[in-house]
Each structure stands twice: as structure tokens, then as C-alpha cells.
């Protein structure tokens, strides 16, 4: 079974400060994983996805996610914090047994002045 | 922007009763999926289509129910609704091929049940 954790529900950094949202993913199979933000009263955008090849993924707004097979992590990454990064950030595995995406518990990261 | 456009984007129901949610897929997208998202939770898989077929489905009990028609849009039905159903419903679409295939989700109905 694949399965997903995020750990720290609630981020809080300073404005300009690096971002780090971890996420540990459990998987029998090779991953595809994915990051996903959530704004306020909206739905989920594409941040980012691996699926093989450069375990380095750039995406969207200045973030990148590392995949590291050996510590079974996709931690999300930003090297400077801007106001408009506060939402909620979903991590999440793709099972191609059922063509679902299994989420993460979410993270909430919050951009303080 | 995604592409994906549900409707309405509130709605308000009782307890007992039955809604109608729908999803308008990315063009040429032969595939949808549905989420439902509780309050502080992360979305939860509820079923997908593919060619208007069921292709997986979640935990959910079967008075969760859906369609998906030739022209890219779809319908998630929820049958006598109970309290525990208020969440936002998340559809996301996406194009099969075969492997990995990324889902992108629309904005979402948020349904309350009183």
C-alpha cells in the first residue's frame, strides 16, 4: 500500500527566509509524486511532480523538490519566502493501481513580515 | 488556471436529501477523478471515469455515485445526504495513456449539509 506523511502541519517562517515542507512517502512501487497548493476557498494547483528521471524538480513560483529514494522523502523547498506562498501545500503519491493520488494531511505554511 | 470548471461552487442541503455536482473536464481529457476534502484534511479519493466508465473507486459507500458523458463533463451524485458529507468536492481530469498521468483539479464545490 502507498501511503504519504507530511510532517508539521503548521510552518511558519519570515518573509525572505527559506521554506522547507517535508514529506515521506511509502511506496512498493517507484513513485510518482506530486505537490500540489491549495490558496484559500480555491482548489489544488500543480506545483510541481517527479516521475523519473532528475530526482531535482523545479516548478512553479521558485519551489523545487528533491526525491531521495533512500530516505523515501520529496521535501518541498524555497530558498526565499514571499507573502503570497501562505496556503495550505498537499503532498501526494500517485497509485497507478487505481489511478488515484493519495494525499498527504497538508501543511499549512504561513509568511510572516 | 486549469481548465477544469466545477459547478455550483456552494450549496446548501439537508439531511436526507440528494445533490448533483458537476464537473467540466480539460478538453480532450478522457479521464476524471473526485475528491472529497473535509475540513483540514486532505483530499480523499472518491472514484475516477475513464470513457464513461468506472475505473476505481474508494472507500465510499455506493449512495456516492457518478457519470461521466462523451463531451468531457461529469456528475458526482450523493444520495441521502448525512452531516459527515459537508466538504468540498474536489473533480480533477486528466488524459490516460497508459503509466503516470497528472490530474488537474478544478476549484471545487463546497457542500454543507444542515
Known amino acids: 500500500a502507498q501511503s504519504v506523511t507530511q510532517l508539521g502541519s503548521h510552518v511558519s517562517v519570515s518573509e525572505g527566509a527559506l521554506v522547507l515542507l517535508r514529506c515521506n512517502y511509502s511506496s512498493s512501487v517507484p513513485p510518482y509524486l506530486f505537490w500540489y497548493v491549495q490558496y484559500p476557498n480555491q482548489g489544488l494547483q500543480l506545483l510541481l511532480k517527479?516521475?523519473?528521471?532528475?530526482?531535482l524538480v523545479k516548478g512553479i513560483n521558485g519551489f523545487e523538490a528533491e526525491f531521495k529514494k533512500s530516505e523515501t522523502s520529496f521535501h518541498l523547498t524555497k530558498p526565499s519566502a514571499h507573502m503570497s506562498d501562505a496556503a495550505e501545500y498537499f503532498c501526494a503519491v500517485y497509485s497507478s493501481n487505481t489511478g488515484k493520488l493519495i494525499f498527504g494531511q497538508g501543511t499549512t505554511l504561513q509568511v510572516k513580515p | 488556471e486549469t481548465g477544469v470548471t466545477q459547478s455550483p461552487t456552494h450549496l446548501i442541503k439537508t439531511r436526507g436529501q440528494q445533490v448533483t455536482l458537476r464537473c467540466s473536464s480539460q478538453s480532450g481529457h478522457n479521464t476524471v477523478s473526485w475528491y472529497q476534502q473535509a475540513l483540514g484534511q486532505g483530499p480523499q479519493f472518491i472514484f475516477q471515469y475513464y470513457r464513461e466508465e468506472e475505473n476505481g473507486r474508494g472507500n465510499f459507500p455506493p449512495r456516492f455515485s457518478g457519470l461521466q458523458f462523451p463531451n468531457y463533463s461529469s456528475e458526482l451524485n450523493v444520495n441521502a445526504l448525512e452531516l459527515d458529507d459537508s466538504a468540498l468536492y474536489l473533480c480533477?481530469?486528466?488524459?490516460?495513456?497508459?503509466?503516470?498521468?497528472?490530474?488537474?483539479f478544478g476549484p471545487g464545490t463546497r457542500l454543507l449539509v444542515l
Open positions: 480533477a481530469s486528466s488524459l490516460t495513456t497508459g503509466g503516470q498521468e497528472t490530474q488537474y
Open positions: 517527479y516521475t523519473t528521471g532528475a530526482t
